[in-house]
């Protein structure tokens, strides 16, 4: 088993021959992205320093509130960046807070109790920000579908409104729809892994010199946690976003009146 | 007779324009009342006011003697249906149409009760089997009334529904509804052909610019 090097300075500095490479394609057709590519890349380089030496400092306090504290950052910033996705949708980021919070939570709980994980910064950090960058990804998915099949499915729902249904009743075709759509990724990539692509956390290990076997186990609780994760937060995100159509008199709220 | 549904002084204002304006009319139990008038006079929001999915911006409209916000709204929507003007089927097949007003209450598909409705609107049972996609206009219009009346709701409101039907498929429907009206199902009906108009009401308003301009006495009874 090969050790991981190392990676000087120098070496990286070499490694932004590949930006270049992208600036150069993006010239060359024309795609006047070579502003955007530069700055993208030197914001992810400044990002990453930073959150390197703020990891490196609560690594290195080890103390439950400070991981608690980064953990409750990155919950903050999934709710916003979820939702974005929830144009249309009223409270979309408190849904996305709560659904992705809950999600990850109770994965997160699991694997405490069981003992696959213990509540260190090495372990809860990474593992967290894995849980709820899937789920914020998937609420994403879930609040875009909602709305958009609230706008063009409004027939449907008042039909079913007149018909006497409830609101949920009226609206479950599109729910179930919307929970399939944001599920679909997560039970594909699953189907390719391994075969189209070795998992991020799968390779660091290895690349850090774990045996492909050990690796393979972390990466299946990973797996494991995702579905997890994401089924409890879009369901909640879900059920949560299609009440946001209605009001207390049961009434679709007509997105364009 | 006492009043089915009633509307005291209803008005409706939807951003700066006014669509109804303190409009007050009673529907008894048992009545057929039609609704004429140019379009965009309001004739359609007062039917969606009675179904309860849109409520008034002033005004009181009462249900048997009582507001309707008295009841729950699943309750008074599936008391009082409410048939829409575009025929629109939704997923994928009649059988699932017509199987929704039964799993909505947790009840078993009563096939008997679905026949009884299609021999009543000259439908044939085997469209039951049959996807949305291939029924006809007519077929899909008579199919959202039936779906409308599976559970016999006290009244009817319809939104010009026979508008885009032939002659066949309009006798069709108006013979159907007569025949509901007949049994004691209150009907609310807006139209845009004055004959049918006179045909299906015992009493016939006239709508202009959100106001009652007329009320006529057609018959006393149908």
Redesign the interface.
């Known amino acids: 088993m090969g050790s991981f090097n190392a990676l000087s300075n120098e070496s990286l500095l070499m490694a932004t021959v590949l930006i270049a490479m992208a600036v150069i394609v993006s010239y060359q057709q024309k795609m006047r992205l070579e502003l955007e590519i530069l700055h993208s890349a030197l914001r992810a380089v400044v990002q990453l320093v930073v959150v390197g030496y703020v990891l490196h400092f609560i690594f290195g306090a080890d103390h439950p509130l400070f991981t608690g504290g980064v953990l409750l950052v990155m919950l903050i910033s999934a709710a916003i960046n979820g939702g974005k996705r929830g144009e249309g949708i009223t409270h979309a980021s408190w849904i996305a807070g709560v659904s992705i919070g809950i999600g990850a939570v109770i994965t997160l709980a699991i694997l405490l109790g069981a003992n696959v994980l213990s509540f260190t910064p090495y372990q809860m950090i990474p593992v967290g920000g894995m849980v709820m960058s899937g789920a914020m990804v998937a609420v994403g998915l879930c609040f875009r579908q909602i709305t958009t099949s609230f706008k063009s499915?409004q027939?449907?729902i008042?039909?079913?409104?007149?018909?006497?249904?409830?609101p949920m009743?009226a609206c479950k075709?599109i729910l179930r729809a919307a929970l399939i759509f944001s599920l679909q990724p997560t039970i594909d990539s699953a189907k390719t892994l391994g075969i189209v692509s070795l998992p991020g956390m799968m390779t660091g290990l290895i690349l850090a010199g774990m045996s492909p076997m050990e690796a393979i186990k972390y990466q299946i609780i990973v797996i494991f946690m995702s579905f997890s994760t994401i089924s409890i937060a879009i369901a909640i995100a879900g059920y949560l976003s299609c009440r946001q159509f209605f009001n207390a008199?049961?009434?679709?709220i007509l997105s364009d009146? | 007779m006492a009043s089915h549904v009633s509307f005291e002084d209803i008005s409706l204002t939807?951003g700066d324009r006014q669509i109804l304006r303190d409009i007050s009319f009673s529907v008894e139990e048992g009545e057929s009342i039609t609704i004429i008038g140019p379009s965009g006079s309001g004739k359609s929001t007062i039917l969606k006011l009675a179904?309860?999915?849109?409520?008034p911006t002033g005004g009181i409209i009462f249900f048997h003697g009582k507001p309707i916000?008295s009841y729950a709204?699943?309750?008074y929507?599936?008391r009082v249906?409410?048939c829409?003007q575009?025929p629109?089927l939704?997923?994928q097949t009649v059988r699932g149409n017509l199987a929704?007003?039964f799993t909505?209450r947790g009840r078993s598909v009563d096939t008997k009760r679905i026949k009884e409705l299609f021999d009543l609107f000259h439908m044939d049972l085997d469209l039951l089997e049959k996807s949305n996609t291939e029924l006809s206009g007519g077929e899909m219009q008579r199919i959202?009334l039936i779906?409308?009346l599976l559970?016999a709701p006290e009244v009817l409101l319809l939104d010009e529904v026979t508008s885009a039907l032939d002659t066949e498929n309009t006798e069709w429907v108006e013979q159907g509804l007569m025949q509901l009206h007949k049994e004691g199902l209150t009907l609310l009906q807006v139209t845009h052909n004055p004959e049918q108009s006179v045909r299906m009401g015992q009493r016939r308003m006239t709508v202009k610019d959100g106001l009652i301009t007329d009320c006529e006495v057609l018959h006393g009874e149908l």
Do not use: D
């Open positions: 499915r027939q449907e008042q039909i079913k409104l007149a018909l006497g249904a409830t009743q075709a008199k049961e009434q679709l009146s | 939807v179904s309860s999915l849109v409520s916000e709204p699943t309750e929507r599936q249906a409410y829409f575009q629109y939704f997923g929704f007003p909505m959202c779906r409308s559970f």
